[in-house]
């Protein structure tokens, strides 16, 4: 096969998953909606099955509900028929996942369902199978032509289910009003934490922060900003709101036989930029390094007072980008 070939196979296999997401976005009815009340008004979680490339999907699903506020686990249905039924409560929910419908592993978890009273909603292309006839509510797919057409290999209805279950992670967290902040709580590591932190976790506080006040001379800044190491100094009135900031480019501006001597207030730059303490990192690196003009430190001010104080390099190492 050529490459020419093989980007046609590629371009052929998306086109028919394109319009399969096609077909299932327009067929989305009360059923979903429905779905979505019963996951949000739990007050257990949403149990996720289902057997081969079905029970992939399934976790993935339980996964990102989870990962955004609704609380999910994946059940395997022949571990449930050996002891792993008793995971189920009678608070939970399940979602079943199977392109037929007639997955014959499904039917203790479908029985425990209808005995118990535990809401059943199948996601399956068969229309009237046993799942869909046994579910509380049904999630139809469409039953779009699988990609790899000689084998019936699941690829198209694999695509599918994944983009119904992401669709109903994302309609439960607007509907929970799910913030980034609580979206943080759950990814504390890697670059997506990072990207989810906010300059109050990153910054220094308390004693940490290097600060003068506004009647102090140079040589008392020069000795804040050698003792806290962070390239700069903040300069407070005396209700403790910050008024100016002493940076290595002030120094050097005012480089003179002299320069200790001077009063801080001469010296300053006044107003400087600060931000909340509640403002992404990401969000705060990209301002420190808009424009023309780039700062390498950034006052966190709360009520006018200074709480912390973030440097570029704090941001750097927490691998915001």
């Known amino acids: 096969m050529t490459t020419t070939d093989s980007l046609e ?8 998953e394109r319009d399969g997401l096609i077909q299932l976005s327009e067929s989305l009815d009360h059923q979903f909606t429905a779905s979505i009340e019963v996951m949000r008004t739990l007050k257990g ?8 490339k079905s029970g992939h999907v399934a976790r993935k699903i339980a996964a990102t509900l989870a990962s955004t506020g609704t609380p999910a686990q994946f059940v395997h249905p022949t571990e449930a028929s050996h002891g792993d039924l008793g995971m189920i409560t009678p608070d939970d929910a399940v979602l079943a996942l199977s ?29 009237e199978s046993g799942l869909a006839k046994a579910s509380d509510h049904l999630l139809l797919v469409p039953d779009a032509p699988e990609a790899c057409a000689e084998t019936r290999a699941p690829t198209t209805s694999t695509t599918l289910m994944m983009a119904l279950g992401d669709a109903l992670a994302v309609a439960l967290l607007e509907a929970r009003g799910f913030t980034a902040q609580d979206f943080k709580m759950y990814h504390p590591g890697g670059a997506l934490g990072a ?48 008024v100016g900031m002493v940076t290595d480019g002030d120094l050097r ?67 915001v980008k």
């Open 99 to 127: 392109k037929s419908g007639e997955t014959k592993e499904l039917g203790d978890i479908m029985a425990y369902c209808r005995r118990f009273g535990t809401p059943l909603i199948g996601m399956t292309c068969g229309p």
């Open 195 to 242: 990207a989810l932190s906010t300059v109050g976790d990153l910054m220094h506080s308390g004693e940490a922060m290097p600060l003068v006040n506004l009647d102090a001379r140079m040589s008392d800044a020069l000795i804040e900003i050698s003792a806290k190491g962070l390239g700069c100094v903040g300069v407070v009135n005396s209700d403790g709101a910050i």
């Open 253 to 319: 501006r005012h480089m003179g036989p002299d320069l200790l001597d001077q009063p801080v207030a001469e010296v300053m730059t006044r107003d400087p930029k600060t931000v909340p303490p509640g403002m992404l990192a990401a969000d705060s690196l990209r301002f420190m390094t808009a424009g023309s003009v780039k700062i390498t430190q950034l006052f966190i001010v709360d009520d006018g007072r200074p709480a912390g104080l973030l440097h570029i390099h704090d941001l750097l190492r927490a691998g």
């Open 45 to 52: 979680r949403v149990i996720c099955c289902g057997v081969g």
């Open 9 to 16: 196979v590629a371009r052929r296999v998306m086109a028919l």
